[in-house]
């Protein structure tokens, strides 16, 4: 074994030596070449390639599970298009029953998304706003001649009732990436502020979307000539405190996380019925035992197709979504409200069935927590087994970044990959970058591939040069390793 492998610690095995040697040894030794000069510590990265037939073309440390961050998306939502379908909708409904109206959630994480908003219109061609997401349902009570409700019941019991993992930074809960993930969910689970100086030394708040009259908001907010920096966090008795300085009405709002989205939206449903003069004795939860069978619809259902939240779990990379994919995939396996347990259950039997191993831990969908650990060998074999063609492997790879979209735009829309395409994600919490995904050449032949890194202190240029410089020498090889006439495809085991 040649010195530089000695220094990054590679072990590979006669089986190994013998498959790179007959069909991937010029890759491996590129691979190597570039881990070195990378100047990364040996022993802080592990990196795997794997073609679409199964065979390990590269490996480096690929066989010990590191912390993944973002790329754990990748497990959650090819999970949750094995579980529920690649047509799978989210469906919320409002439900009417005597005197009693039920908004029962689907743990849709789309309902009322501010960004998926701007896509749409009302029924007078008007951009949808959140607000008017909730007179859809609110009109709808109206126009059914309903002029009193006894009960407002919020049914979010298709997930449990642990919205946050209790291993998520302490400090950063009421950060939008760490909202939530509920049966019933509702503008990503949190409020947007809009900022501004006032008349005097004192800040205000000109918008708050959606808006919540009833609930308590402590504006701390000071005018400053210059600088603005504002902060804002929830209460544990529900009071939005809102701290910092303001020099210019804020054109990007500040989010703060809300703890109980659903009965907030039982809240603000019920805000807007009163509006309309229709009375709302109380708003509840559903119980454990209720049933609402012989309930009937009152309004349109409320509708995101998986499509949609599988792109903004990996194009986008927004957390909710795939915690609610890791949880609702839990919930259709077992028909138990979904959990952060069933859905890590649910995963490694999945990823077992199709890598052969279950050597990982789960502790969320997203990658927020620090507990989550994979091989980046598992990784590559995951992403290999959902292949072209298929309807789970279409719905998986059109749900990932391109260099022309997403989060590797940036990095990889200038980069000469040889006529091959990329799908990738990335992922990042503090000292950890990872990226994996696949490189298709235009003759269809695909390489899955996973780099993933960590303890790199404050600076991730090296592990993102290194991740760069593995994907161009992946498309590098397949534009000069024609495919043989008898290499049939099977999935990687």
């Given at each position: ?209 959606p808006a919540v009259p009833f609930m308590p908001i402590d504006n701390r907010l000071k005018t400053h000539t ?190 000469s990959l040889a006529g091959c395409t990329l799908e990738g994600k990335t992922g990042y919490i503090r000292g ?57 495809r099977r999935p990687a085991a």
């Amino acid at each position: 074994m040649s010195p530089p492998l000695r220094r990054l610690g590679i072990t590979l095995s006669l089986g190994l030596l013998c498959a790179a040697s007959a069909t991937g040894q010029s890759l491996q030794s590129t691979i190597s070449s570039h881990a070195v000069a990378s100047g990364l510590r040996s022993g802080s990265f592990g990196i795997a390639i794997v073609d679409d037939r199964g065979t390990v073309l590269a490996d480096i440390d690929a066989n010990v599970p590191r912390i993944p961050a973002s790329n754990q998306k990748l497990l959650a939502s090819g999970t949750a298009i094995l579980a529920l379908g690649h047509d799978y909708e989210f469906r919320t409904q409002l439900l009417h029953r005597g005197g009693e109206l039920v908004l029962v959630g689907d743990g849709d994480p789309g309902l009322a998304d501010p960004e998926l908003l701007s896509r749409m219109t009302d029924a007078f061609g008007q951009p949808l706003t959140v607000d008017g997401v909730l007179d859809i349902w609110a009109d709808a009570v109206q126009h059914a001649g309903i002029d009193h409700v006894d009960r407002l019941v919020i049914d979010d019991r298709v997930f449990d009732s642990d919205f946050i993992h209790p291993s998520w930074p302490t400090d950063q809960l009421n950060q939008h990436y760490c909202a939530g993930s509920a049966g019933l969910n509702f503008h990503r689970n949190m409020l947007s502020l809009y900022p501004a100086p006032g008349s005097g030394a004192q800040g205000v708040l000109h918008d708050v979307r959606p808006a919540v009259p009833f609930m308590p908001i402590d504006n701390r907010l000071k005018t400053h000539t210059k600088k603005s920096a504002v902060s804002a966090a929830q209460n544990s008795d529900g009071t939005i405190v809102v701290n910092g300085t303001v020099s210019k009405p804020l054109q990007v709002p500040v989010h703060v996380t809300v703890r109980d989205m659903p009965m907030l939206t039982g809240r603000m449903l019920a805000d807007r019925l009163i509006r309309r003069g229709i009375e709302v004795d109380t708003i509840e939860r559903a119980t454990p035992t209720e049933r609402f069978a012989d309930a009937s619809p009152i309004g349109p259902d409320l509708v995101t197709p998986m499509a949609t939240v599988l792109e903004r779990c990996n194009v986008e990379s927004r957390n909710i979504y795939a915690d609610c994919l890791l949880k609702r995939a839990a919930h259709e396996a077992t028909r138990r409200p979904g959990s952060w347990r069933d859905g890590a259950g649910l995963v490694r039997r999945e990823v077992h069935a199709r890598t052969g191993t279950d050597v990982l831990e789960v502790a969320d969908g997203s990658g927020m927590s620090r507990r989550n650990a994979v091989s980046p060998l598992v990784l590559a074999k995951w992403m290999a087994s959902f292949q072209r063609g298929t309807p789970e492997g279409d719905a998986m790879l059109d749900s990932m970044s391109t260099p022309d979209r997403g989060t590797i735009d940036r990095r990889f829309d200038s980069l000469s990959l040889a006529g091959c395409t990329l799908e990738g994600k990335t992922g990042y919490i503090r000292g950890v970058s990872t990226l994996s995904g696949v490189v298709t050449a235009p003759d269809g032949r695909a390489v899955s591939f996973s780099v993933l890194c960590n303890s790199l202190g404050s600076s991730t240029t090296a592990a993102k040069t290194l991740q760069k410089n593995v994907v161009q020498a992946i498309a590098r090889w397949l534009s000069t390793h024609a495919v043989t006439p008898d290499a049939a495809r099977r999935p990687a085991a």
